[in-house]
């Protein structure tokens, strides 16, 4: 059974900054795409970045040039860092893998407000 594990999340003004780290216990070679969803309150959830092993990076529209998704093989961990952040951003986030099979994983989620 895979599990990743997020870390974070919080509470932060309008324009701050958090950083979201997700750890996953399966072996690193068998994970194709990392990526960051995030679910407000009554919407669907949305993928925010991705990252494939090859290095392929991708955001949505509303969170290019404020967010950057990285991955770190030795510590099997991938980050968002989020900057800029607006009230819009608030949902809670997931971070999420893909396998090579074609299995998705997902963290337990992770908290972020962004309201003064």
């Known amino acids: 059974q895979v599990q990743l594990v997020e870390s974070g999340g919080g509470l932060v003004q309008p324009g701050g900054s958090l950083r979201l780290s997700c750890a996953t216990s399966a072996s690193i070679f068998s994970v194709n795409v990392m990526a960051w969803y995030r679910q407000a309150p009554g919407k669907e959830r949305e993928l925010v970045a991705s990252i494939t092993r090859g290095g392929a990076i991708n955001y949505r529209d509303s969170v290019k040039g404020r967010f950057a998704i990285s991955r770190d093989f030795g510590k099997k961990t991938w980050n968002l860092q989020m900057n800029s952040l607006k009230p819009e951003d608030t949902a809670v986030y997931y971070c999420?893998?893909?396998?090579?099979?074609?299995?998705?994983?997902w963290g337990q989620g992770t908290q972020v407000t962004v309201s003064s």
């Open positions: 999420n893998q893909v396998s090579y099979d074609g299995i998705f994983d």
